[in-house]
């Protein structure tokens, strides 16, 4: 490994993405809002870029988003 594939990855980092922290933090109020059919992208815009970024991330918030909604059924 040369190193370039690390900072190709870096360089293609949205500047909006929150990070992990910030994004589970409010990933329930997210999941929340999305399941309702909100505008969880133009109100959480760095959630939304961290999400698509950051596979693990993105997985906790599939799983939250299911079990939002099978409990609101």
């Known amino acids: 490994m ?11 980092t949205d500047p909006r993405d929150v990070g992990c922290a910030e994004a589970l933090e409010m990933l329930h109020v997210y999941a929340e809002l999305s ?3 909100g505008p969880v992208e133009q109100r959480y815009p760095g959630i939304a870029a961290h999400l698509r970024a ?4 993105n ?3 599939e799983g939250l988003l299911a079990a939002v909604r099978s409990g609101s059924q």
């Open 2 to 12: 040369d190193g370039w594939s690390e900072l190709d990855n870096f360089l293609r």
């Open 59 to 61: 997985e906790d918030f």
């Open 54 to 57: 950051c596979g693990p991330c």
């Open 35 to 37: 399941a309702a059919g």
